[in-house]
């Protein structure tokens, strides 16, 4: 699954739903990889009205590879 976003930090993700991989591409070009993502994140990822916020308070420094 992928999912591209209209945000000042976040230019676009890509989901696993199978092993729970993401990827995360931000403005600056720079990807992360993160593991053992659970598919209710990456649901809350993609319906957050602040992609930027949801991947600060929910994402950010979890589900480290």
Known sequence: MTASFNSSAITSASYD???GGLR??????????FCRVPVSVWNGLC??????AYYNDVIRDNYQC
């Open 17 to 19: 739903p199978d092993s």
């Open 24 to 33: 995360i591409v931000f403005t600056s070009g720079r990807g992360y990889d």
């Open 47 to 52: 319906g957050a009205s602040s992609t930027g």
